[in-house]
């Protein structure tokens, strides 16, 4: 399967610890992005890439959100001391830098903070 | 702001029915948009996208866009059970726009 794959599937942590999470675009992809869904809701912007440089990020991503892409190829989102307001579906999306609205959804990462 | 409105339904329509979803988006300047399915605790997946104004065929899907009175709207023909999802609609809000903005989802409900 050549799509957008993250991973965990999913995670339950309690409050005030630290999680991570992967993604890895389809191998073409040079831009990668990553949104946040709460129930009842559309994804979120949260910040994107271009190869390896992160080049935007939302007001969302407060300080206590990181995200690297160190290599050009997969992500890492590290969520500092969760909040329970943390809890939701975090996805993540690739696209050709050349159609960057073209963009194309992995199966995300389900947080429960408790 | 930029937002993108939809009605958060539930739509039902019987099997073989015309489903209509309808967005509206407030920023003028938005350049392209997006139909996106998604079935209940999956991700979204892109089933169409549109830049002018007018319909585009997929099948059984039809996007039609209407800049002039900021309106973007789905049609499923010939619903099946299978179609029973929530349609994302989301706007690009600008040319070299990075970030797609979505709206809340329509609930469709397609009864056998």
């Known amino acids: 399967d050549t799509g957008v794959s993250q991973d965990p599937r999913h995670k339950i942590t309690k409050r005030g610890q630290n999680v991570t999470f992967r993604c890895d675009p389809i191998?073409?992809?040079?831009?990668l992005y990553w949104y946040r869904q709460t129930l009842g809701q559309g994804p979120e912007f949260l910040t994107y890439?271009?190869?390896?440089?992160?080049?935007?990020k939302s007001r969302l991503l407060s300080d206590r959100f990181s995200a690297e892409r160190p290599k050009g190829s997969f992500s890492t989102l590290e969520i500092q001391r969760t909040e329970q307001g943390d809890s939701a579906m975090y996805l993540c999306?690739?696209?050709?830098?050349?159609?960057?609205?073209?963009?194309?959804f992995g199966p995300g990462t389900r947080l429960t903070v408790l | 702001q930029k937002e993108v409105e939809q009605n958060s339904g539930p739509l039902s329509v019987p099997e073989g029915a015309i489903a209509s979803l309808n967005c509206t988006y407030s920023?003028?300047?938005?350049?392209?948009f997006f139909w996106y399915r998604q079935y209940s605790g999956k991700s979204p997946e892109l089933i169409m996208s549109?830049?002018?104004?007018g319909d585009k065929e997929d099948g059984r899907f039809t996007a039609q866009l209407n800049k002039a009175s900021q309106y973007v709207s789905l049609l499923i023909r010939d619903s099946q059970p299978s179609d029973s999802a929530t349609y994302l609609c989301?706007?690009?809000?600008?040319?070299?726009?990075?970030?797609?903005?979505f709206g809340t989802g329509t609930r469709l409900t397609v009864i056998p």
């Open positions: 999306a690739s696209s050709l830098v050349f159609a960057p609205d073209t963009q194309y």
């Open positions: 191998s073409e992809h040079n831009r």
């Open positions: 890439f271009q190869n390896e440089a992160q080049l935007e």
């Open positions: 920023d003028r300047v938005s350049q392209s």
């Open positions: 549109i830049y002018s104004n």
């Open positions: 989301a706007v690009n809000p600008e040319t070299g726009a990075n970030n797609l903005f």
